[in-house]
């Protein structure tokens, strides 16, 4: 009876090591991949921005330049696709002015060319990983491309809110969205290229 005891309390002992051990290795990686992440972040133009919406991926992202960029893609694509569903039902909503309604209609549009391009990147993404020399450079060109394209169409979306005719909560709700949109794709292109200039 004391012998099981004995067992039982060492096995206690024993998983309660291998947990602490597993937080603590955990907390460094975690630790190790937001100082990885506030570095990188303070060469793009909105670094706070960039830490903000990338630190909760620190364990995920560690010290690696490729997960970095990955991550930031994925941020920029579900920022996309959220803007875009806030627009969608902008335009369904009655009494809006007809310059606001056709200004949401093209922004919506927009936005479907920039989550086009953005998913488009992360297949290429996908591709440049597996990718070496020319073929890699080829890839990283093709994502530097469309991100930067998808970058043009939330920027056009913005633009199409221009004058004082458009000003109002139309305007300003749209532009709080794909604002943010704009500049975490921006972070995203810039984690792109530093990935791609060190391959």
């Known amino acids: 009876m004391e012998r099981a005891s004995v067992a039982a309390v060492l096995l206690v002992v024993v998983v309660a090591v291998l947990y602490t051990a597993g937080i603590a290795e955990s907390a460094a ?27 909760m991926y620190a364990s995920a992202i560690q010290k690696s330049p490729k997960q970095l960029a990955h991550t930031a893609l994925t941020v920029s694509l579900a920022k996309a696709q959220s803007a875009k569903a806030f627009v969608s039902k902008l335009g369904k909503i009655k009494g809006m002015k007809k310059r606001e309604l056709e200004a949401v209609h093209d922004c919506l549009e927009e936005m479907n060319d920039s989550i086009d391009r953005l998913s488009q990147s992360m297949q290429e993404l996908e591709k440049a990983g597996k990718s070496k020399g020319q073929d890699f450079l080829w890839h990283m060109s093709n994502v530097d491309t469309w991100v930067s394209a998808a970058l043009t169409d939330e920027n056009t979306c913005v633009d ?12 300003e709700s749209v532009r709080g969205w794909v604002v943010n949109v704009a500049q975490v794709t921006s972070n995203a292109l810039a984690l792109i290229n530093q990935y791609g200039a060190k391959n």
Do not use: E, H, M, N
Request: aromatic share 8%; net charge positive.
């Open 29 to 55: 990686a975690k630790s190790d991949g937001a100082s990885f992440i506030k570095a990188k972040c303070s060469t793009t133009q909105y670094p706070a921005l960039c830490v903000q919406s990338l630190s």
């Open 160 to 171: 199409g809110f221009a004058g004082r005719a458009l000003d109002g909560r139309v305007k």
